[in-house]
């Protein structure tokens, strides 16, 4: 007990001591002198350095999976799933990220559970034989399924801590920061993948872990892939629309 008194006594001469000789500046960091960002003029806008996924006007950036040009309705600012089509994939390619992306589930409601408002955003798609890591778009208003399914879950994976979903017919958002997953030259996983969501402006998920590609029947698995690749909509069948779409790269 004596001794660690005088390491505990000894600690603290030490660091008065040693604090002395220590200037403000020499704790300062200067360097690397962050980038300027412009941000938007509310939340929904999309900052400077903000790439534009759709602009209202057409899906110029978007095609299925052949290569086609993207064949969803697009009308008055927004686009809608057209069902039987097929999914539309980004035609860059993305990594870590901020996705900003509103959606808005049929008011013609039809069927309950999954069959009501499914289609999904699919980040780092075109993995085979996963199908990249989903965050699921549902109408969860009033409409029970199984919680790791309903809107705002990391598919099959976690569950919203909350569910913040609006009536259909009416616009909601989500934001999400996407932490890719990284493998090393053996295709093992050195790091997994990480996602925090946003739902209206609600906290769902808190850098919550990814436990792999996304399996409807089965359980999530990493396979290694490219660092970046597409995002990806899914076509449920059901008529979900989506606006202003745009993304950060991190």
Request: aromatic content about 10%; hydrophobic content about 30%; proline content about 7%.
């Amino acid at each position: 007990m004596k001794e660690k008194i005088l390491f505990t006594l000894y600690s603290l001469i030490f660091g008065i001591l040693n604090s002395q000789d220590i200037k403000p500046e020499d704790t300062e960091v200067w360097d690397p002198e962050p980038e300027i960002v412009t941000p938007g003029n509310t939340f929904r806008d999309p900052p400077s350095d903000a790439i534009v996924l759709f602009n209202g006007l057409n899906l110029n950036k978007w095609e299925h999976k052949n290569g086609e040009p993207a064949e969803w309705d697009v009308k008055d600012g927004y686009f809608t799933v057209k069902p039987g089509s097929g999914n539309i994939l980004t035609k860059d390619v993305f990594g870590s990220c901020q996705l900003h992306i509103e959606f808005m589930s049929p008011t013609n409601i039809k069927g309950n559970g999954q069959n009501r408002g499914n289609s999904g955003i699919f980040l780092m798609d075109n993995i085979e034989p996963g199908d990249g890591y989903e965050v699921q778009v549902l109408d969860s208003y009033n409409n029970r399924t199984y919680s790791n399914g309903q809107a705002g879950s990391i598919y099959k994976q976690h569950v919203p801590l909350v569910n913040a979903s609006k009536k259909p017919g009416e616009w909601q958002t989500y934001d999400i920061i996407f932490k890719a997953p990284v493998f090393n030259k053996n295709g093992e996983v050195e790091s997994p993948a990480y996602v925090t969501i946003f739902h209206n402006g609600v906290l769902i998920q808190n850098n919550s872990q990814i436990q792999g590609h996304i399996k409807h029947i089965g359980y999530p698995k990493y396979e290694s892939h490219p660092s970046k690749l597409p995002i990806k909509l899914q076509d449920h069948a059901s008529l979900v629309s989506f606006r202003n779409i745009w993304i950060r790269k991190l």
